[in-house]
């Protein structure tokens, strides 16, 4: 099983439960004995401690190579924490590992991981799926699909239907430059971006489809 319960589930009623989790390595605090491990996916951040007592030897040596988003998945036995965090959701416990299988290693990432990272806009797009994994942005697109959603759902409600109309279509004069696309079946002919869209409302309308709704892309 990949995981049975994601980063930001485990609370104070899992303590004693065996569980396993998957995740990126947020950062690891390494006292010689003993090691914490922040695992952390889209939900959540879950500690982790590898105890050289509780703990088999041989996992405890490859939690040791553990690196910053080392892609991991774990197995152990969830337990109270000692020093507990308010500011966490899974601040109560932390899991004790007793299985560990290093997914996929990672090179050092060229900008820290963090809500505010230390790296320049113009590295963080070169590196967008990196940048995505940081609560800022992921957050912003949780938003962004709870508020087309909440469209979605309001207009059906009262009767409206969502229709895609064509992104590309023949030329049409208008006093706008056009931005054309090449035809790959065509030679030498193209395609563009609507600068009408009221074409297409109209066909609709006429179609009997009085009551539509679009939510447009921006290009």
Same mark, same amino acid.
């Given at each position: 099983?990949?995981?049975?319960?994601?980063?930001?589930?485990?609370?104070?009623?899992?303590?004693? $439960?065996?569980?396993?989790?998957?995740?990126?390595?947020?950062?690891?605090?390494?006292?010689?004995?003993?090691?914490?491990?922040?695992?952390? /996916?889209?939900?959540?951040? +879950?500690?982790?401690?590898?105890?050289e007592?509780?703990?088999p030897?041989?996992?405890?040596?490859?939690?040791?190579?553990?690196?910053?988003?080392?892609?991991?998945?774990? +197995?152990?036995?969830?337990?109270?924490? $000692?020093?507990k965090?308010?500011?966490?959701?899974?601040?109560?416990?932390?899991?004790?590992?007793?299985?560990?299988?290093?997914?996929?290693?990672?090179?050092?990432?060229?900008?820290?991981?963090? /809500?505010? +990272?230390?790296?320049?806009? /113009?590295?963080?797009?070169?590196?967008?799926?990196?940048?995505?994994?940081?609560?800022?942005? !992921?957050?912003?697109?949780?938003?962004?699909? !709870?508020?087309?959603?909440? =469209?979605?759902?309001y207009?059906?409600?009262?009767?409206f239907?969502? =229709?895609?109309?064509?992104?590309?279509? !023949?030329?049409?004069?208008?006093?706008?430059?056009? @931005? =054309? =696309?090449?035809?790959?079946?065509?030679?030498?002919? @193209?395609?563009?971006?609507?600068?009408?869209?009221? +074409? @297409?409302?109209?066909?609709?309308?006429?179609?009997?489809?009085? !009551?539509?709704?679009?939510?447009?892309?921006? @290009?």
């Open positions: 099983m990949y995981r049975t319960h994601n980063n930001g589930a485990l609370r104070a009623e899992h303590i004693n $439960e065996t569980v396993t989790l998957a995740g990126w390595v947020q950062k690891t605090r390494d006292k010689g004995f003993m090691i914490w491990v922040d695992l952390r /996916d889209r939900y959540g951040i +879950t500690q982790l401690i590898f105890d007592e509780r703990t030897k041989d996992v405890m040596d490859l939690a040791k190579t553990l690196g910053r988003e080392f892609v991991i998945q774990v +197995t152990g036995k969830v337990i109270e924490r $000692e020093s965090n308010p500011k966490m959701p899974t601040g109560d416990v932390e899991l004790l590992v007793e299985q560990l299988e290093i997914l996929n290693q990672a090179k050092t990432p060229p900008f820290t991981i963090e /809500d505010a +990272t230390d790296g320049g806009e /113009d590295l963080r797009m070169k590196y967008r799926y990196l940048d995505i994994r940081r609560n800022p942005v !992921k957050e912003k697109l949780i938003f962004r699909h !709870k508020v087309s959603i909440a =469209v979605r759902n207009l059906s409600d009262k009767g239907i969502e =229709v895609e109309t064509p992104y590309l279509i !023949k030329s049409t004069p208008e006093g706008a430059r056009d @931005f =054309v =696309v090449p035809s790959r079946m065509n030679e030498g002919q @193209f395609y563009a971006l609507p600068q009408s869209p009221q +074409t @297409f409302k109209q066909l609709l309308m006429v179609g009997g489809m009085d !009551k539509y709704f679009q939510i447009v892309k921006c @290009f």
